[in-house]
């Protein structure tokens, strides 16, 4: 397929859509660009449940924004009581499979009644509005209960993704100084329990600040409680009223903090706030995945991401959506899992990454055929780019080439989606995410800030605040300012590279800082680095993402040794577990290489680009010049041809 295969909306589709013709979508952008105060006022009002009105739409002091300033609101009630006060109490809001094949279906006024009485439980433990909850949870429906809970009292959480070891867990409860720690026995993957309590009482002996710990039984397998501390789940709710009044929270109120990779060791702590990311999480359910009332949406992602904060939880739940919710992994019991779950509950839209579908296309066609997928009316893709090869693929299989698919641009820091198709409106092309939503003012510029011409790469910015976006970075406004607000002044740099073509269509071409994505996951080389350097083995280590076939990139580690008589071998084998073990499963290398010495410039900076080089394309070129050592580089390259 050619970088120019163009596939305009489906007729049928564009009739019924919420955005109906390229018109209708261009018409919206300009509105917002024109006069976004007004713009963003009339949605608010519409689309979103506020106890006192805001006096004005926004106030922007870079870096520092305001979104419906002096408005007051409450996420779960948005997400909740407005839809069971309109009626709609009886509606599914999660049809949710365990892994295991058991299910529950919940309605919006059961999910309510939980949400009360786990926000009691809290309330009772002494919480305020203002505190933190840190929560590590498998995908069950009680996980998007405690997010809920606390957003009902104005209890800040931080969902820590179950894949993330004790010691990751432990520095990001330390850093949000949090009170209690939401999490459960285990849950369900590839038919084994994985724990989580065990993680919380190793992270929890050195988190001074943690008076309680809620826990969910999932498993049912033995578990130590330690007394006084740990409640189970089913007592702390047990004697909770089914009532509990919103606490009427700022729009500025600190709904969440999700830790994301940055470019050094530590992980920064993206703050999110009410009112505007609500607003926002809620329109894209309309814009871009067309939500209507009848629709079956499910998005595979992990609620521990931020695709799970605002494309499962805040997003379709403020939209009174029905979803499917689905515990376990693709592949179990076989590959065709997510098929048979999109068959049974007639899904009709249907959200993943490129890397699950590359790994779904390597079982074959067969296994989705073996399925009834015609309830399926949309696809979205997020996290990476998607190849065209991919893209085909789903759009043909999976979609049965009736469905647009939906490549969806954002990141954890953007709070909702910023480019994307509006599938009724906007003809797609097979790897670009296409064109801004309204309110995003989205350029590429070069190294000054200026803009590039038509097809030029240069660094993707968006020029105007937009409601959903990152409010700071938890305890560190230094670090949010000169990340984000610092290559161009006052004007925030998203760390990606892209390219415009002449219709003004985006083409992600990926991160321009030393951050990997692998699966759709962002993880920073140098946490990798700082892992291995922890080992007693490592003298030092450099790491870099080498480009894979399923997972986008993989870890690629270089590694030199402190004095000893080390087999390599088992060596390998006990770093990819160490650094499993010290950041999460996830991050676990592909590979690690021995080397005599890593390759450096005159002033000692590890050269990444040349060992990009040799994960690449095992030759060395470019310029070395100003390498200390040109033996080392290669030695590093003919390695490759030894293995
Ligand atoms: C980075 C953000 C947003 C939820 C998942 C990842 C890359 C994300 C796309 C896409 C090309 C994409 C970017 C971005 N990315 N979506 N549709 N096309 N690249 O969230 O961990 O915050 O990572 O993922 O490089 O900066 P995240």
């Not at 006022?41 to 922007?60: C, N, Q, R, T, V």
């Not at 066609?365 to 998607?386: C, M, Q, T, Y």
Request: net charge negative; with cysteine.
């Amino acid at each position: 397929m050619s970088d120019q295969a163009v596939f305009a909306p489906p007729p049928e589709f564009a009739a019924s859509a919420h955005v109906g013709s390229l018109e209708a979508y261009q018409d919206l952008y300009r509105r917002a660009e024109e006069n976004p105060e007004q713009f963003w006022s009339e949605l608010a009002e519409k689309e979103i449940l506020w106890y006192e009105k805001w006096s004005h739409a926004f106030e922007w002091h870079p870096p520092f924004v305001k979104w419906f300033v002096d408005g007051k609101t409450n996420a779960s009630a948005n997400c909740l009581d407005r839809h069971v006060e309109a009626g709609k109490g009886d509606k599914v809001a999660l049809l949710w499979e365990g892994e295991p094949g058991d299910t529950r279906r919940i309605t919006y006024a059961e999910m309510l009644a939980e949400v009360c009485r786990f926000a009691n439980g809290l309330k009772q433990l002494g919480l305020q509005p203002g505190d933190r909850a840190v929560i590590y949870m498998p995908m069950v429906p009680e996980a998007v209960v405690a997010m809920l809970g606390c957003a009902r009292i104005g209890v800040t959480h931080s969902v820590v993704f179950g894949g993330f070891s004790a010691e990751a867990l432990k520095a990001r409860i330390q850093d949000l100084e949090a009170q209690i720690v939401i999490t459960a026995d285990g849950g369900w993957r590839r038919g084994k329990e994985v724990k989580l309590k065990p993680a919380v009482d190793e992270a929890l002996a050195d988190c001074p600040t943690v008076r309680h710990s809620v826990v969910y039984q999932r498993t049912n397998s033995a578990l130590p409680m330690q007394e006084g501390r740990d409640i189970w789940w089913h007592d702390f709710i047990k004697d909770q009223p089914a009532e509990c009044p919103p606490e009427k929270l700022d729009s500025e109120h600190p709904l969440f903090v999700l830790y994301t990779s940055g470019t050094t060791g530590k992980p920064k702590g993206i703050l999110h706030t009410t009112g505007g990311y609500l607003l926002h999480a809620r329109l894209t359910m309309k814009w871009v995945f067309d939500l209507k009332d009848d629709d079956i949406y499910w998005c595979s992602a992990d609620i521990g991401w931020v695709t799970g904060h605002t494309y499962i939880v805040y997003g379709p739940m403020s939209a009174g959506a029905t979803q499917i919710m689905y515990e376990g992994a693709p592949d179990h019991p076989g590959w065709d899992r997510w098929w048979a779950i999109a068959a049974n509950y007639k899904a009709t839209i249907f959200y993943t990454s490129p890397t699950a579908v590359r790994a779904i296309i390597k079982q074959g066609d067969a296994l989705p055929a073996k399925h009834d997928l015609s309830s399926l009316r949309l696809l979205g893709s997020v996290g990476e780019p998607i190849n065209p090869a991919a893209w085909e693929w789903y759009h043909r299989v999976i979609g049965g080439g009736r469905c647009p698919i939906v490549d969806t641009w954002w990141q954890t820091e953007t709070g909702g989606i910023l480019i994307a198709p509006m599938p009724g409106a906007v003809p797609l092309k097979p790897g670009s995410g296409t064109l801004p939503m309204p309110g995003v003012l989205a350029e590429v510029v070069d190294f000054d800030g200026n803009p590039v011409g038509v097809d030029q790469e240069g660094f993707l910015i968006i020029k105007r605040p937009w409601p959903s976006m990152i409010r700071n970075i938890w305890g560190d406004p230094q670090r949010f300012e000169q990340q984000y607000f610092s290559r161009i002044p006052g004007i925030y740099f998203t760390g990606d590279a892209a390219r415009r073509d002449a219709e003004g269509y985006f083409w992600i071409l990926g991160r321009v800082d030393d951050v990997m994505n692998v699966s759709g996951h962002r993880l920073s080389t140098m946490e990798v680095e700082s892992a291995l350097v922890r080992h007693r083995a490592v003298a030092e280590a450099a790491v870099v993402g080498k480009p894979d076939e399923i997972t986008g990139q993989a870890v690629c580690c270089f590694v030199t040794l402190k004095e000893g008589n080390w087999n390599h071998d088992t060596l390998g084998q006990e770093l990819r577990q160490w650094v499993a073990h010290e950041i999460g499963s996830f991050a676990r290398p592909a590979e690690i290489r021995f080397a005599e010495a890593l390759p450096k410039t005159r002033s000692g900076k590890i050269m990444r680009r040349l060992l990009r080089e040799i994960v690449t394309s095992h030759t060395v070129s470019g310029d070395v010049t100003t390498l200390e050592d040109l033996g080392v580089v290669q030695r590093l390259a003919a390695q490759h041809d030894d293995d």
